[in-house]
């Protein structure tokens, strides 16, 4: 049974980082691409940024210079440290899979305020 399981939400200044991480089971994590989504109060969920199984990075637009996504394929972890946060990046985030199906985890909240 596929498992995400995304942790390190919290509540952060302007400026602050936080790195979420995504412990996952189920599937051979090391040979899919993994990627990064978030919703935003009153949007629609948009992709973060995507991670090749060999590390690879690809950043929506919002991230790029902030973010970085990183894996660890020994434990099956996904990871995404974000720095220079702003309220805009108030959002709650997910980690996804997908092998035809899409897996999604529960998301953790991320909130950026003073």
């Known amino acids: 049974q596929v498992q995400l399981v995304e942790s390190g939400g919290a509540l952060v200044q302007p400026g602050g980082s936080l790195r979420l991480a995504c412990t996952t089971s189920?599937?051979?994590?090391?040979?899919?691409?993994m990627r990064w989504y978030r919703r935003r109060p009153g949007k629609e969920r948009d992709m973060v940024g995507h991670?090749?199984?060999?590390?690879?990075?690809i950043y929506a637009r919002s991230a790029e210079g902030r973010f970085t996504i990183s894996r660890d394929n020994a434990n099956n972890t996904l990871y995404l440290q974000m720095d220079s946060l702003k309220p805009e990046d108030t959002a709650v985030y997910y980690c996804?899979?997908?092998?035809?199906?899409?897996?999604w985890g529960q998301g953790t909240q991320v909130t950026v305020s003073s």
């Open positions: 996804n899979f997908y092998d035809g199906r899409n897996y």
């Open positions: 189920g599937f051979a994590f090391g040979e899919y691409p």
């Open positions: 991670i090749s199984p060999t590390g690879g990075v």
